[in-house]
């Protein structure tokens, strides 16, 4: 039957005949055609028909003959055929069925109301049935069809899923995340290489003790007693790297060298974050971590400082990487933990972040037994630590310039200010990565993905404090000491802890597939600007030395005396024409008068100058001014010296010049 008006012809009833037209009687797209409003005379006796056509198949049972050639039941000859839209029930088109017409007509407002667009006339007109094709839904019983499942709308919206992407680790995700990360490295170095000085006088101290120290090895150089006893790191490791190099490359190369050491450090804070979170919690820790203000000095200073925390970097590289592997192989990280505390006495301060760290990533794998292993970590440290001290004699410098350092007369509220002024900001930001952290563990974007069960909000909880009150370390120990010295150095240490955590705010704050980037951009291009602005200002605190070295050159001599505020750098690029032993510093001096009673502090200069004992003295105003404005006066009273030059210099807080006097006979 046809969606035209034409003369209707009865055919004998067919059950299969589906099997030759299949998708004939069901409308696949779920329309249903709209009811026409009555019927042409010539089929007003169309209902009677099939109601006899009804009955007779109804009373006589199925015969083997009725069977198609697949010998399928009768039931199946009426499924939907396979397709896309299979799950769907059979459609019945109620127009077509003069005996179920009453039972439409009493239930129109239901099917309208189950489906709007049952009154909407489908495009292109009615489907057409082949002519002499019956109706397959006639013969059905009445309460059959009544229970009949109501028809489908004609578009169906698909379900959505709940990611269209998976995120678990594959070849491309790495290397991409590793082409980000060698772009934030070179805008480390970049911001590192661009700044430019003299020599500051730890560097000079550092440099000319290794120098002093290669002599002694290679031609037998008398060497200067008591480095040892006042440098904060063991004086055969660092001093000695750096002067050979500095020896090949000159200042520059030992710089380099820090800096090789700080890019280093930022990659392992890459890998071992990536590995306790994801990659994007690592490359938003390496890039907050390499714009801060120590990272960039400390990336072109000469200092203990950068080889130190690359070592501390690289231990818990090894420990967050060996957390799968048998206990023993943690071990692996103590000989490393030991050097980083050798480089530099204060990395001590450290080790316990680390020893509850092997504990921690260890807890999936093992359980409670992850305190073995952070106790197999501990003891072979301790083990390393106590054979270090007892064959070497580094422990009077770790009482000097650790343990029983001299305090300072900077107040708590100033190294409070000046501690969130150079490392804040990224403590802020993993404060709340960590109450981020326990709030939600899951940091998978994709709710598909592998790993979907984050750890329990004990071990978060755990984890974001152990990391982010490392941070806390160095500021507490040097507000204890009252002093400021070294701290912008130090906080370098706490922030490569705290750093992962730092990561994990701000993926928090963009969001899942970077709902909020603007946020994430905000806090880096804020750390970016204190990070560049407060590098600059703190590499010219220190005036360039280069005039006053050739100024000061031709008075040099073979033995004789000179004092200096800052002497480690005349001592640094004239090592050819003077020796650290030939010069005293104003930070401290004992002098013996011509009788051999001993003196110190202001007396002992103004004794010292008052003989001539001093060759030549270089004033700078910047170290210890007020003993300078002292040694002045004492200078021009004595009338033993002439003013033979000043030379001027530029320097973050303004301008000055050095003061360099003579010995007038």
């Not at 329309?31 to 109601?51: A, C, L, N, T, W």
């Not at 911001?191 to 440099?207: G, K, P």
């Not at 960039?296 to 203990?304: D, E, K, S």
């Not at 107040?411 to 200010?417: G, K, N, R, V």
Request: charged share 15%; aromatic share 12%.
């Amino acid at each position: 039957m046809t969606s035209r008006h034409e003369h209707y012809t009865p055919q004998p009833y067919d059950p299969y005949a589906e099997d030759e037209q299949t998708g004939v009687w069901f409308n696949s797209d779920g329309y249903i055609p709209q009811q026409p409003q009555s019927r042409p005379p010539h089929e007003q006796d169309y209902g009677q028909r099939y109601e006899q056509a009804y009955q007779d198949t109804e009373q006589q049972p199925y015969e083997p003959a009725y069977q198609d050639t697949q010998h399928q039941p009768y039931e199946q000859s009426y499924q939907r055929p396979p397709g896309p839209d299979a799950h769907q029930q059979p459609y019945l088109d109620p127009t077509q069925q003069p005996y179920v017409q009453a039972y439409h007509q009493q239930d129109t407002a239901h099917v309208t109301q189950l489906h709007p667009y049952q009154q909407q006339p489908h495009e292109g007109g009615v489907p057409e049935q082949p002519d002499g094709h019956d109706d397959p839904g006639a013969h059905l019983p009445q309460a059959a069809i009544a229970q009949e499942e109501p028809p489908q709308a004609a578009y169906h919206v698909p379900e959505t899923p709940e990611a269209g992407w998976d995120d678990k680790p594959s070849r491309r995700r790495d290397w991409v995340s590793r082409g980000i990360l060698l772009v934030v490295l070179a805008i480390q170095a970049v911001l590192s290489l661009r700044l430019s000085n003299t020599a500051f006088q730890d560097e000079a101290l550092y440099l000319s003790a290794g120098h002093n120290i290669i002599d002694h090895w290679t031609n037998g150089t008398p060497l200067n007693n008591g480095y040892e006893k006042y440098f904060s790191g063991a004086p055969t490791l660092y001093p000695v790297a750096a002067a050979f190099v500095d020896g090949l490359l000159g200042l520059t190369g030992a710089r380099l060298l820090s800096l090789a050491c700080m890019l280093g450090s930022t990659a392992l804070l890459y890998s071992f974050t990536r590995r306790l979170f994801n990659e994007r919690v690592a490359l938003a820790a390496a890039a907050l971590f390499a714009v801060t203000q120590p990272s960039i000095v400390l990336g072109f200073f000469a200092t203990y400082d950068a080889p130190a925390i690359f070592l501390l970097a690289l231990s818990a590289w090894i420990i967050v990487r060996t957390g799968r592997a048998p206990v023993v192989a943690v071990l692996l990280a103590a000989p490393v933990m030991v050097l980083a505390v050798a480089v530099k006495y204060a990395s001590a301060l450290y080790l316990p972040t680390l020893v509850v760290l092997a504990a921690l990533t260890a807890w999936h794998h093992r359980g409670w037994a992850c305190v073995v292993r952070a106790f197999v970590l501990g003891l072979g440290t301790a083990a390393l630590v106590g054979v270090g001290l007892l064959y070497t004699d580094v422990l009077a410098g770790v009482r000097q310039t650790t343990t029983n350092r001299q305090h300072g007369t900077d107040s708590t509220w100033s190294l409070i200010e000046k501690s969130a002024e150079w490392g804040g900001l990224m403590f802020a930001t993993a404060v709340a990565g960590s109450i981020a952290y326990v709030l939600r563990g899951r940091m998978n974007e994709s709710p598909r993905s592998y790993g979907l069960m984050g750890p329990g909000w004990r071990w978060r909880a755990v984890l974001g404090l152990v990391l982010t009150c490392t941070a806390l370390l160095a500021p507490a120990y040097q507000i204890r000491l009252h002093t400021a010295v070294s701290l912008y150095k130090h906080l370098d240490f706490g922030l490569l802890f705290a750093a992962p955590m730092a990561g994990v705010g701000v993926i928090r704050l963009v969001g899942k597939h970077f709902r909020y980037p603007q946020l994430g951009i905000l806090i880096w291009v804020s750390a970016l600007c204190l990070g560049v602005s407060q590098s600059e200002w703190r590499f010219g605190l220190w005036p360039d030395s280069s005039l006053m070295a050739r100024a000061i050159e031709p008075y040099m001599k073979p033995n004789g005396h000179y004092l200096g505020a800052t002497y480690e750098v005349p001592t640094y690029y004239l090592r050819d024409k003077t020796s650290h032993s030939q010069w005293s510093s104003t930070y401290g001096f004992g002098y013996s008068d011509k009788k051999g009673r001993p003196h110190e502090g202001r007396e002992a200069y103004s004794l010292a100058i008052k003989d001539g004992y001093f060759d030549l003295i270089l004033l700078d105003g910047i170290a210890t001014p007020d003993l300078e404005k002292f040694l002045a006066r004492e200078i021009t009273d004595s009338g033993n010296y002439r003013l033979i030059g000043r030379v001027p210099y530029q320097v973050s807080g303004g301008t000055g010049f050095y003061q360099i006097w003579a010995k007038s006979s």
